[in-house]
């Protein structure tokens, strides 16, 4: 895989998106690319501290990821920021409608974003969405 940078946009809070989602980041991260995700809306939730880490399946395959050893979406998410370099950045509109501050997000999550600056700094990327 090719460095370079990517956006990917997660807005949904079915475990099968967030887990390709996790995916994505994690192996272009370790690829070497510049990865940025932009977790909004009903992907919020999960990141938020003490949050279970699973979501709802939103069919049998997500039944599947769970009965199986698949390594969690959170966890594909850190790694990524961990041995990768990746920025996961809250939505901030998403955070004031859940009357979230800062310290009620997981720690390795990055600064708070609004869509506009993410959108501006991805103008160059790949972009992603899930």
């Known amino acids: 895989m090719a460095s370079g940078k990517m956006s990917i946009i997660v807005v949904s809070g079915t475990r099968e998106r967030l887990q390709m989602a996790a995916m994505v980041a994690s192996v272009g ?38 009965s199986k050893n698949v390594p969690a979406f959170k966890t594909l998410f850190e790694q990524a920021v961990e041995l ?6 809250p939505c901030s509109m998403a955070m004031d409608v859940m009357d979230l501050d800062r310290a009620a997000l997981e720690p390795w999550l990055g600064e708070p974003l609004g869509l506009t600056k993410f959108l501006d700094d991805g103008r160059d990327a790949q972009a992603w969405t899930f």
Do not use: D, Q, W, Y
């Not at 990768?84 to 950045?89: D, E, P, S, V």
């Open 29 to 66: 991260a370790v690829s070497g690319n510049e990865v940025s995700v932009f977790l909004s809306m009903n992907a919020l939730a999960p990141f938020v501290r003490g949050a279970p880490g699973t979501a709802a399946p939103e069919g049998e395959f997500g039944k599947l990821i769970a």
């Open 84 to 89: 990768g370099g990746a920025r996961i950045h």
